[in-house]
């Protein structure tokens, strides 16, 4: 087994500001930035820097992603990479078996200091055993664990930690029953593997290969569990409204962060865009994914040209409108919509008659364009959004002046 490499925080900033920096304590060698989870609570965060104390083991934390309030004197950081949770109940697999487990505390038999309330309890068993807490415990699968109290000491392997299903843990007793050697981490990686479908890999373990899996940014799946993953997010984004991205680990019954890494293969390769939160197929004509309710009113908006219609009359197109909008074929405003391709003629137009070189204001387009004031506004505000027009401090706008290739000499 191995050890897990951690931070423990010694002390925390007195004043809420932006960002969080701290004293910790360094186990082992943990990466020096990155994605990190705090225990106890599971919370996600980001080391963005980190300042090695002279002298020590100890170091500054710069923390982003968190506020003070969830920090206290002895919280532990796990890089998020090893795959470790949080739960009541936990699997496991006696290795060194006592005969009654009541209020015992619980630690990593090769990370010490990694220790858990002293509310631990067991149900009897041979082999395979349900561990129970009355609070949360820290749960790494592969790793083993030691009890401790009432004069006696056991050793147990961790095998499937919570959230669970009946079936799940079914079929992972049904493995344990027919195993008749003591398994390793390795091994217990790959149960996990076959029973869940998908299972993040401790660092250490990357390069080994698993019969029948893919390998996905330190997670590896089931052949099988990927391909309907991409299958199912492929369908979903082909739907009018797309499909949105906290919806998926429900979905596919896989960790959000697993989801995530899906979503980010399928966007490099091309298949798929996110926008504001959902995923739309990557196609050259968003129109053909609509209804033919949406396809008619499209029609009708387009036949009113850079005019648009008014906001109030499209609220029977209900969440179809927002779902346009995400699929880049209309630009919604506070007062009115308008086709994309109207909106991007008009606003390319008012872009080439904007002075170069200086700033400008309002009243120095007057003449130049047949906008209304408040409509002018909104223009202006949307070609800020796209970087075409910059506003300073002073609330002065000015054209972008677009980068240039420096000249060979």
Known sequence: ?????????????ESEGKGVSLKASVHGQPPESGRFLLFPGRLSLRIKQLLPLPGSDEVILELKGLSRAKLNRGNVLIPEET????GRKALVLWKKKISSVDSMSLKLRDTANLISPDSVNCRE??????LSSRVPFLQIPGQIYTLEGNGKTGECLLLMSEPWTMDELKKMKARISKISNFPGEEAVISMNLRVRGAVALPPHLLDKEFDGSVKLAGWVLMSRVYDKAVATVDKRCRAEEGLCEEDLPGLLNLPARLCREVCDLLISEGKIIRKKGYLFNHCDDHRAFLSPMSRMWLDSLEEAGSEGLPLKETFKMGSRLEAMEKRGLIRVFDTFVVEEQAFRKQADSLLAKLPRGAVFE???????TDLSRSRLLLFLDALEKEGKVICNEDHQRYVAEPEREPSEP
Do not use: C, F, Q, R
């Open 83 to 86: 795959g470790a949770t949080e």
């Open 125 to 130: 068993g041979d082999k395979a055993v349900i």
């Open 1 to 13: 087994m191995s050890h897990i490499s951690h931070y423990t925080v010694l002390t925390i900033p």
């Open 362 to 368: 309002l009243s120095n387009l007057k003449g130049l």
